[in-house]
Structures are given as structure tokens and as C-alpha cells.
């Protein structure tokens, strides 16, 4: 069983800056992506940025230029920095990571952080 932990969420000031981290552990080969999503009340869950292993980054419109997504494979974890919020990117925000190899041959799972809240306020 894979486990993804989140941590790094919180209430910052409008144009203030939070640094997520997301941890998975158990037995793991390998992981092919890791990302972020996020969900804001009455709203669906949306993808904020997602960083496959040897491959390009890719991000949301909204966050373009704000938030950086970055990955440590040795340590199975992916950070998300983000600079200049604003009270829009206040969601709960989730950690996933999909291609999950527990063995060289399989299978593949995905998983799900449970969930970090942050708040920017208006």
C-alpha cells in the first residue's frame, strides 16, 4: 500500500508565498507522475500542475508564472511553491500520484493525498 502524506498548507496574506510538500511512502518502485490538484468550495477538484518523472511540467493557466512545481525522486516527493497568491487559490489542496510500481512488473496504481487547506483571504 502506497500512503501520499501533504504538509505546508495554510492562511497567508494575499501576495504572500506557502511551500506544499507531499511525501508517498510504502513499497515503491517507481512513480511515473506526481501532482497537484485542487478544490474550492461548490467547485469540481482541478489540476494545478503535474511534473511526470524525465518530463516536462505542465500548469494550469491560472497559476502560470506563480507556482512552481518541482519532484525528488530518491525521496518519492513533490513540492509545490507558490508565490503571489491570491484569494482565488484558496482550496483544499490534494496530492496525487498516478504509474505507481510497487515491483518492476506491476501494477500500476494511483493514489490520493488527503487534502491540505489553503486560505488566502479577500
Known amino acids: 500500500q502506497v500512503q501520499l502524506v501533504e504538509s505546508g498548507g495554510g492562511l497567508v496574506q494575499a501576495g504572500g508565498s506557502l511551500r506544499l510538500s507531499c511525501a508517498a511512502s510504502g513499497t515503491i518502485f517507481s512513480i511515473y507522475a506526481m501532482g497537484w490538484y485542487r478544490q474550492a468550495p461548490g467547485k469540481p477538484r482541478e489540476l494545478v500542475a503535474i511534473i511526470p518523472s524525465g518530463g516536462s511540467t505542465n500548469y494550469a493557466d491560472s497559476v502560470k508564472g506563480r507556482f512552481t512545481i518541482s519532484r525528488d525522486n530518491d525521496k518519492n516527493t513533490v513540492y509545490l511553491q507558490m508565490n503571489s497568491l491570491k484569494p482565488e487559490d484558496t482550496a483544499v489542496y490534494y496530492c496525487?500520484?498516478?504509474?505507481?510500481?510497487?515491483?518492476?512488473?506491476?501494477?500500476?496504481?494511483?493514489?490520493w493525498g488527503q487534502g491540505t487547506q489553503v486560505t488566502i483571504p479577500s
Open positions: 496525487n500520484a498516478h504509474g505507481v510500481l510497487s515491483t518492476s512488473t506491476g501494477p500500476s496504481g494511483a493514489y
